[in-house]
């Protein structure tokens, strides 16, 4: 059992599960964008452990590089603003692999990706480690997904409660 503020959480996916299932998708990858030389999009803070976990094993020519989305209240309106920050001219034409460490409502990667429409990418598809299947209320096509979870709250290998737990190794589910 492990223990983040008031919460405690138990170990729901093995670091040896994480590892064995990110070399199957880093093979996929590997094939699937041959000669294509792929632009990989890791969105911060989430992706970082995958993003360099998988990043280790790809074999063919590609490029990285991380977008962060940043929320704030708007001073003006009880809407909260996002912005995409990160994003420049070099997915022009480009085929992107954004990474994700979790797709839950879908909201954020709608976000992202009608962000990046407007720079006209060759092609966008998907990674991410997690998907929160019955949590979703904006589906999206995910070409690569590592696991698909329960509808629970997780966090490890780079998710987070409050910041907290990005740093352990496997994932662990609030118990
Ligand atoms: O599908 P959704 O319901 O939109 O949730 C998924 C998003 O939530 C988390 O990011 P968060 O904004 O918490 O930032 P972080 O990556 O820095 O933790 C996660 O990394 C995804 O980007």
Do not use: W
């Not at 729901?12 to 299932?21: D, K």
């Not at 409502?105 to 991410?128: C, E, N, Q, R």
Request: with cysteine; charged share 25%; net charge negative.
């Amino acid at each position: 059992m492990v223990r983040i503020q008031d919460l405690t959480f138990e170990e729901y996916i093995s670091e040896e599960r994480i590892f064995a299932r990110t070399s199957q998708l880093a093979k996929k990858i590997n094939v699937d964008f041959e000669g294509k030389n792929p632009i990989f999009l890791g969105i911060l803070n989430g992706s970082f452990m995958f993003l360099s976990e998988l990043f280790k094993q790809i074999t063919i020519e590609c490029e990285v590089s991380f977008l962060k989305v940043s929320s704030y209240e708007n001073q003006t309106s009880t809407g909260k603003v996002r912005e995409l920050i990160g994003l420049n001219k070099s997915i022009d034409n480009r085929p992107v692999i954004i990474v994700e460490d979790i797709v839950d409502t879908g909201h954020t990667l709608a976000f992202i990706k009608d962000k990046i429409s407007s720079f006209s990418p060759s092609k966008v598809s998907v990674m991410t480690l997690l998907h929160k299947v019955a949590a979703t209320k904006i589906p999206h096509e995910l070409d690569y997904v590592g696991f698909e979870i329960d509808n629970i709250f997780v966090v490890g290998f780079g998710l987070d409660y409050n910041e907290l737990g990005r740093n352990h190794r496997c994932i662990l589910a609030k118990s």
